[in-house]
């Protein structure tokens, strides 16, 4: 099997730091989250873990979280932070509702029956449109970044349902397994046109990932 021909280039999805959030509800697309004073620092620490990288291009969801999680990197890199629409949080009927198990939402027979399709999901933004989305703002990010690196600044369930997508496994998950850390970065890595490669690192550390709004 031959090797795949053309430059490599590297597409980093950065999720967001950890947002300033006391009610504890699912934010989801709702204005006015910021990051916390713990964010902030996570943001910086991505900013000095990449801060050796040919970052080319840096790209962030619309929304504030995202904005200001990419700001340090805009900064390290002389870069002006462009906004991809397609990199937003998925959608949620449960938006602006307490979620946890046991709490809110959940426990009220009037929201149960978004709940009827656990493959779609029936409460929010279909996978395959995440991943399609998801996937179409990884491919404008490899051509601006084209031989170099760009980082795209997403969230948890947009970049873990489009690692599960280019791997090949089933969209549908269990949400206390995602393999996406606040801060983290899932990497494609392109030889060409042609996705070689999935990596994965915390340069913030582990958070987990059953915390509700995080």
Known sequence: MSEPQGEKTLVHFLRHGEVHNPEGI????????????????????????????????????????????????????????????????????????????????????????????????????????????????????RAAAYGREAVCVSHQLPIWTLRRYVEGKPMWHDPRRRQCSLASLTTLVFRGEELVRVAYVEPAGGTDPRVTGA
Do not use: C
């Not at 939402?105 to 149960?112: I, V």
């Open 26 to 141: 699912l934010y989801g697309r709702l204005p006015g989250y910021r990051l916390s004073d713990r964010g902030e620092q996570q943001a910086k620490l991505v900013a000095e873990f990449l801060s050796g990288h040919d970052i080319a291009r840096v790209i962030a969801s619309p929304l504030q979280r995202a904005q200001e999680t990419a700001r340090p990197l805009g900064a390290m890199f002389q870069t002006e932070v462009a906004t991809d629409d397609r990199l937003i949080e998925a959608d949620n009927r449960f938006e602006g509702l307490k979620v946890s198990v046991g709490d809110g939402a959940l426990r009220s027979p009037r929201h149960w029956p978004k709940l009827w399709n656990p493959f779609e999901p029936s409460w929010g933004e279909p996978y395959l449109e995440i991943a399609h989305r998801m996937l179409g703002a990884a491919h404008r990010a």
